[in-house]
């Protein structure tokens, strides 16, 4: 019984340990400041800062604009995490890349996934949070694909209506 309950502690300690370890490759830091700076594009005059957590997106919305590939990517994003849909974990290495951006006076926030396969999705959300029915009704969402470099070298943007 003790080992079944080590087995499952270790388990447990593992899952939490690889969450945190996301964006500490020099490849994915470099792919994440690559999409903020082409975010604030979008959104200048400090509009937008950066959530210090990671967030579950839906990749499958993009399906529709891309090649083959990046849709069967896309597509077996879901099963692979066998349509299990995660809270938002805090990243230590996101909130230091991006410490100096204060949330305190900006109006939009980018909620980044966790890279997968060359790819990092993001929604664009107000600070209030009020979306829908009692706020906006639509949010921005992108998909950036990058390379070995971290340099993006695609982007989708769409926006999804939440009404």
């Given at each position: 019984m003790k080992v079944i309950i080590f087995l499952t502690m270790?388990?447990?300690?593992?899952?939490?340990?690889?969450?945190?370890?996301?964006?500490?490759?020099?490849?994915?830091?470099?792919?994440?400041?690559?999409?903020?700076?082409?975010?604030?594009?979008?959104?200048?005059?400090?509009?937008?800062c950066v959530s210090d957590s990671i967030y579950d997106l839906d990749w499958n919305l993009f399906?529709?604009?891309?090649?083959?590939?990046?849709?069967?990517?896309?597509?077996?994003?879901?099963?692979?995490?066998?349509?299990?849909?995660?809270?938002?974990?805090?990243?230590?290495a996101i909130s230091s890349l991006f410490g100096s951006d204060t949330c305190d006076c900006c109006k939009y926030i980018a909620e980044f996934s966790e890279p997968y396969k060359g790819m990092i999705r993001c929604d664009i959300i107000p600070k209030d949070g009020k979306i829908g029915v009692y706020g906006v009704p639509r949010i921005s969402i992108f998909l950036f694909k990058y390379n070995e470099k971290g340099e993006i070298f695609q982007i989708s943007k769409t926006e999804v209506d939440i009404d």
């Open positions: 270790l388990c447990i300690s593992l899952t939490i340990l690889g969450q945190g370890n996301t964006y500490s490759q020099k490849t994915e830091q470099e792919a994440i400041k690559f999409a903020y700076n082409v975010l604030k594009v979008y959104y200048p005059s400090n509009e937008l399906a529709d604009m891309v090649d083959d590939q990046t849709k069967h990517n896309l597509i077996t994003h879901r099963i692979e995490k066998k349509f299990i849909w995660d809270s938002p974990v805090y990243s230590d």
